[in-house]
Each structure stands twice: as structure tokens, then as C-alpha cells.
């Protein structure tokens, strides 16, 4: 498996986001699957966080426009779910399983062993912008615990050992 490292557009980028003919290309055709332009949201601002690597509040009003939404609406959406990025994210987002199952089968001495050795907590990135610890609720494969999903990658049955690899590789531009 492949982790892609996220690559974040900074935010004066971001100002006013106008959308290129490849994007444009792409929400079109995502548009044609929905029977209104406010069922595609979700999935365009997928492909918004996918391009820009957040949802920067340029990208909220440029969304909006395209989709004749309000911005508050856009924004109403994005900051319900936590998947969405509203701040630029680390190049590898750690997203710890804390639920029961993960918790028990390992997934506790993982979150510890990696908030010691990065030297930050939940919540926090590393100060090269390398890293970012997330805290989440179950992750949906509780049968392979304990799970850290990294960007979109799941990483199952995971050992200390075999974590500190993954770190090692991530840490020096390997995409594990
Ligand atoms: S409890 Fe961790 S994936 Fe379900």
C-alpha cells in the first residue's frame, strides 16, 4: 500500500478560488449523478480537499457559487464532518482508533508510543508540518485492531515495531 503524502495549498493561494477546466470537468460530471447540485456537495468538496488538500474558506465560497449554495450552508456542511480539513494539514494525518476494541488490543500503547516519539499531542502537528495526531472514534474495522488510519490508508494489526517503520519511512519522504 501507498500512503500519498497530503500537499496543502497555502491560504493566500486560497483567497479567491476559481475553478480550472480540469475541475470543472470533474464536478460536472459528478453533478450528472445527483438529481439536485446540493446532493453533490459532499462529493465536491471531496474532490476540493483531494486538489487543495483543505477546505480553505476560499474554496467554501468558490463551492458555494458553483453550486448556487450560500457560503454558511457550505460551511455548515464542512464543519460537521471531521473528515473535512479546515486548517492545512500535516503531509501525514495519524488518526488514532481510540474505541474499545482498538484500545484493548494494543491501540492505547500505540497512540502513547507515538505522542512520545513525536514529541506532540492529539490535536497537534510536528513543527516541520510532517505530522498531525488525531484522536478518532471507531474506524470500522475493529476485526484487524488496532487500526491508525494515515491520509486515506488504513493500517491494520498494527505492532509498535511495525508502526516505528512506518514512521521511519514517512519521516524520510518514503510513501509507505
Ligand atoms: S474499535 Fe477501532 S476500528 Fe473499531
Given amino acids: 500500500m501507498r500512503t500519498v503524502a497530503i500537499h496543502a495549498v497555502p491560504e493566500e493561494q486560497l483567497t479567491h478560488v476559481t475553478f480550472d477546466a480540469t475541475m470543472e470537468e470533474r464536478i460536472s460530471e459528478l453533478l450528472t449523478h445527483y438529481p439536485t447540485r446540493r446532493a453533490a456537495l459532499l462529493p465536491v468538496l471531496w474532490l476540493c480537499q483531494e486538489r487543495y488538500g483543505w477546505i ?11 453550486l ?15 473528515m473535512f ?70 493500517y491494520e494489526n498494527l505492532t509498535i515495531e511495525q ?3 512506518l514512521v521511519d519511512e514517512l519521516s524520510q519522504g518514503k510513501e509507505a
Fill in 85 to 154: 480539513y479546515t486548517s492545512p494539514p500535516a503531509r501525514y494525518v495519524l488518526q488514532v482508533c481510540k474505541t474499545l476494541s482498538c484500545a484493548v488490543c494494543g491501540g492505547r500503547e500505540l497512540l502513547e508510543h507515538l505522542k512520545a516519539r513525536l514529541g506532540i499531542d492529539l490535536g497537534e502537528r510536528t513543527q516541520d508540518g510532517t505530522f498531525q495526531l488525531i484522536g478518532v472514534q471507531c474506524l470500522g474495522a475493529c476485526g484487524s485492531a488496532p487500526v491508525i488510519q494515515i491520509n486515506d490508508d488504513y
Fill in 68 to 82: 448556487g449554495e450560500s457560503p454558511a450552508f457550505v460551511q455548515g456542511v464542512v464543519t460537521f464532518y471531521t
Fill in 56 to 66: 480553505a474558506p476560499g474554496v467554501i465560497e468558490a463551492v458555494a457559487a458553483r
Fill in 163 to 165: 508502526l516505528d517503520a
